[in-house]
């Protein structure tokens, strides 16, 4: 008998600069999808929702952020790379404490052994792009 599947708690930080957003730009191999998401990461058992989104852009980027606020909660129900995937995604918008960050057009990010950039993008830019933002119904959270 398989593994039994599980719904994720997570947390994500809508990081902006005027009309930029800090994302994170991934493709799906099986179906050739290509994503933009915000920074963020899993909830740990016991871990307020806001702690875990301090805690995974600290563990990230090396960085702090302060304005810390609920912006709204998403269910993502999905498939990626040929699996299923469901999470509750608790959305927080912040701030960089070091506002050097929002200069830089990329910003190198570290999830355990994986390394990659997340990216500022324009939401003009990401309209006419083939670039999907995730998780579902971020949009008509900014």
């Known amino acids: 008998m398989g593994k039994k599947k599980r719904i994720r ?6 990081l902006r600069q005027g009309d930029r957003l ?7 191999t099986t179906t ?5 998401r915000p920074l963020g990461g899993g909830i740990d058992f016991g871990e307020h929702s806001r702690d875990a989104v301090i805690r995974e852009i ?8 302060t304005a810390v606020e609920l912006v709204g909660i ?10 299923p995937g469901h999470e509750l995604v608790f959305v ?5 404490v070091d506002e050097s960050l929002y200069e830089q057009p990329t910003l190198q990010v570290t999830e355990g052994e994986r390394v990659f ?3 500022w993008r324009s939401l003009d830019e ?11 119904g971020l949009w008509e959270l900014l």
């Open 74 to 83: 998403l269910e993502s129900i999905y498939v990626y790379e040929g699996e």
């Open 58 to 65: 600290r563990e990230e980027l090396g960085a702090a952020i």
């Open 9 to 14: 708690p997570i947390a994500i930080c809508l």
């Open 117 to 119: 950039e997340a990216r």
């Open 92 to 96: 927080y918008s912040g701030r960089f």
């Open 126 to 136: 990401l309209r006419g792009d083939p670039l999907v933002l995730v998780p579902e």
């Open 32 to 36: 050739g999808l290509q994503f933009g």
């Open 22 to 28: 800090l994302l994170h730009e991934g493709v799906d």
